[in-house]
């Protein structure tokens, strides 16, 4: 009888299998054991809870009595929730890559030797032979076989991608990234974008955050409004079409087409808080309220769907959840579609103008089903028109809501929630909803109480249980979120969980050999390969956060040791960029924050209106990089800022420009402020 050991695991996406006939293990040594053991080769299976290809895997194989026998019979099983273990996904997809020559994907199947190295692997693989793809049971039989009659060929494989994974963990070094490589970056990526769509051409499409926020800011710092210009059509275009929640909010992972259409419809905390810092900043560069908009109805289902409960039932912990699944009722996209007739029991009346608005016909735009979209119709209308539309989303959003929901994978990881305080602080201020602010300082103090142990960060939590070592990438976001709470709040308080992580990183994360960070610590137990990389995925790369960690730590404490650890850290990847600078768009953006940051002291008392007027004019600017300092006079700065000892005039709240080492004369005029800050 097999046993399956997931039942106790804290990941949603691992129970939805603890009751497959398969013997799953979780990852972890006694899987390798059984393996050496037994002689059996590792099938390892990774995927992630909202993930439409890995249910469909579940159903028609995991699920399966007789191959699950085979599973059971030939391989030691292992499955991974690839939230949970972002290294051990990591690792794999890349061996996927070297084997494939292409991008890999979830649900990720591998086989592995005892010793957890790769030697053969794929992606999603059908019940039988099917859509050019080789049939799961017949997989099996074949690696099995390979594996006990061919033990030389399947070394050799083994032993080559090992080589190759530890190449890939090997960056190019350079003396420095020339700041000229952002501009040039941005406009040869503004060439491979859809002229009508916006994006990067072609389907899928992908909202790629990290590329939108290096072209924005690439415009700030070089006035060049073609970078401008393709990041906002792509966020009205995305924000328009399909892809977003135009009942609920928030952003689906991703289209199938080139249209922003069709989603495919999970929603990731990750994306949305990327896209709401977009959005903040897009509100305030030009008077479009759809932007506005857009972020608001985002904040709100994240504040209505996306806080973590305490237990299963339980009050809100604090943390924010990870995803909601494309999936309910066993049908991808089922809970958001509409047809035309139960439109027109909704709304009665006032469902043409409705329908005229959203994409509504009696044939659908999706498998004979809507998906409301204003792509066709995207300028909003009178203020009387968009009152009845409003009301009318708001009438079948909670007809919706009578539906079978998705599944909800509620874990809180410390990286997704560093992106979400980050951005939900930043648009507190960029907007002026000081509402905002709290949950963000909330999901804060759960990661600070809730998520350590012996002062060092774990990466996942859920309902009351902590697991998994942290990676780069946790201890990345949240130093960014610390400082971002600092800026908005000005409580020095949040410096100092920043600088105990940086100094977390430094001695346990730091390559001391060839410089940058391993995504794991030097006590994470043992991996075939210690990942480290600066290129961005989905999330930006941790390696690219931390300089601009640094470099804001730098400014705000004048130490000069994280000024040098920047830097250092730029130069291990400087030629590896150079190379190939479309996949490095932080680090890009990050090493123009490090060379050429505009610091704005304003001196004033926090709180009254006329220093909020000087801070929400400085958010509502086009300046890039600014490093905030609001202090009581110039005594609070740092001993080597250029600003120290320069006074406050006749009692006003006074403002200095300081670029390098040279400062504005004082401003005290709102008027002359905004100025000087678009020269």
């Known amino acids: 009888m097999p046993e399956n050991r997931l039942a106790n695991s804290t990941s949603p996406y691992l129970q939805q299998h603890k009751d497959n006939p398969v013997d799953w293990h979780p990852w972890g040594e006694e899987a390798f054991a059984l393996a050496q053991e037994t002689g059996r080769p590792i099938l390892l299976s990774v995927g992630y809870a909202a993930c439409h290809w890995c249910h469909v895997m579940a159903h028609e194989s995991f699920e399966n009595e007789e191959t699950a026998a085979l599973m059971n019979q030939l391989f030691v099983n292992v499955k991974v929730d690839r939230e949970e273990r972002p290294d051990v996904d990591s690792i794999y997809q890349s061996a996927l890559a070297i084997l494939t020559r292409q991008a890999g994907g979830w649900p990720l199947t591998m086989f592995l030797n005892p010793a957890g190295e790769p030697f053969w692997g794929g992606t999603y693989f059908p019940p039988e032979d099917r859509y050019g793809r080789a049939g799961f049971p017949g997989i099996l039989r074949r690696i099995s076989e390979i594996y006990r009659e061919r033990k030389d060929d399947v070394a050799q494989n083994a032993t080559a991608l090992r080589t190759a994974l530890s190449h890939l963990a090997t960056a190019e070094p350079a003396g420095e990234l020339p700041l000229s ?5 941005a406009r040869r990526l503004v060439t491979q974008f859809d002229p009508v769509e916006g994006g990067l051409a072609g389907a899928p499409k992908f909202p790629q955050p990290p590329i939108l926020k290096l072209l924005w800011k690439t415009w700030a710092r070089e006035g060049d409004s073609a970078l401008k210009q393709a990041v906002e059509l792509t966020l009205r275009r995305m924000s328009q079409g399909g892809i977003y929640d135009h009942l609920g909010g928030g952003y689906a992972r991703y289209s199938v087409d080139a249209k922003w259409l069709v989603p495919h419809f999970e929603k990731m905390l990750y994306d949305n808080a990327q896209i709401l810092d977009l959005l903040t900043l897009a509100a305030q560069a030009n008077d479009d309220p759809l932007f506005t908009q857009r972020a608001a109805e985002t904040v709100e289902w994240m504040l209505r769907e996306m806080q973590a409960p305490e237990s299963l039932d339980g009050a809100p912990c604090g943390g924010f959840a990870s995803s909601l699944d494309a999936d309910s ?12 007739p139960a439109i027109d029991r909704a709304l009665g009346e006032d469902a043409p103008a409705f329908k005229a608005a959203y994409d509504v016909t009696a044939a659908g735009n999706w498998e004979g089903r809507t998906i409301l979209n204003r792509s066709r119709h995207p300028k909003l209308g009178d203020e009387s028109a968009e009152a009845r539309l409003a009301a009318s989303r708001k009438t079948l959003l909670a007809l919706r809501g009578e539906r079978v929901r998705p599944g909800w994978d509620d874990k809180v990881l410390a990286d997704w929630n560093g992106l979400a305080i980050a951005a939900l602080a930043r648009a507190a201020l960029g907007f002026s909803r000081p509402d905002w602010l709290a949950p963000a300082e909330k999901a804060f103090a759960f990661v600070i109480e809730r998520m350590s142990l012996d002062g ?13 070592p942290a990676t780069l990438d946790d201890y990345a976001n949240l130093c960014l979120a610390a400082l971002a709470l600092h800026e908005v709040t000005g409580q020095a308080s949040y410096l100092e969980p920043a600088r105990a992580w940086v100094a977390v990183l430094d001695k346990h994360y730091w390559d001391g050999d060839a410089g940058g960070y391993f995504l794991t610590a030097d ?43 920047a830097e250092a850290l730029v130069a291990a990847f400087a030629g590896s960029a150079q190379q190939s600078p479309f996949a490095f768009p932080t680090l890009l953006a990050a ?11 304003v001196m004033g008392e926090r709180g009254t209106s006329d220093t909020e007027d000087f801070l929400r004019t400085i958010y509502s600017s086009d300046t890039p990089d600014i490093i905030l300092h609001v202090v009581d006079d110039t005594s609070g700065l740092p001993e080597i800022h250029p600003a120290r000892g320069k006074r406050r005039e006749g009692g006003r709240v006074t403002a200095y420009i300081c670029r390098g080492t040279t400062c504005s004369l004082p401003i005290t005029d709102l008027e002359a402020f905004k100025e000087a800050l678009a020269q």
């Open 181 to 185: 490589l952002n501009l040039e970056t």
């Open 329 to 340: 009722e066993g049908e991808e996209g089922l809970f958001y579609v509409w047809t035309e």
């Open 456 to 468: 060092r960060l774990k990466h996942a939590w859920r309902h009351g249980t902590l697991d998994h």
């Open 523 to 565: 006590d994470t137990p043992a991996l075939i390969v210690r990942p480290k990389t600066a290129q961005d995925n989905a999330t930006p790369a941790g390696n690219g956060v931390m300089v601009e960690v640094l470099a804001r730590l730098h400014h705000l404490t004048g130490e000069a040791a994280y000024a040098r650890r």
């Open 591 to 601: 090493n123009a924050l490090l060379r050429d940051a505009t610091q704005v002291v």
